[in-house]
């Protein structure tokens, strides 16, 4: 998503990301890969809970949410909900949704 950045806001799509990271390792991510896009800090899991995306408490990667990425339609609405297992594509496939939700 961020090789699209542009197309994104061209579209008058606001990206933002989420992490369970503190807002100063999320500032060094942002900064080490020049990633345009707001990202937030969930470092207590509460909006990672309602949006579903725990892990279970034996996963190895359970400090970490599963990759999931939300297509929120102007009144608020998830549109389109997408679990993400190939990010080169994702970018790609959430610019067609959002083209078709606007017609």
Known sequence: MR???QMYD???CTVLGISFDTPADNRAFVD???FPFRLLSDPDKTVGALYQVLRDPGDKFADFPQR???LI???GTIA???EVSD?????TEVLADLEALER
């Open 10 to 12: 061209d579209a008058g």
């Open 3 to 5: 090789d699209q950045a």
């Open 68 to 70: 999931h990425s939300y």
């Open 80 to 82: 389109k909900a997408y």
């Open 73 to 75: 339609d102007p009144t």
């Open 32 to 34: 080490k890969h020049d």
């Open 87 to 91: 990010p080169s594509g994702h970018a």
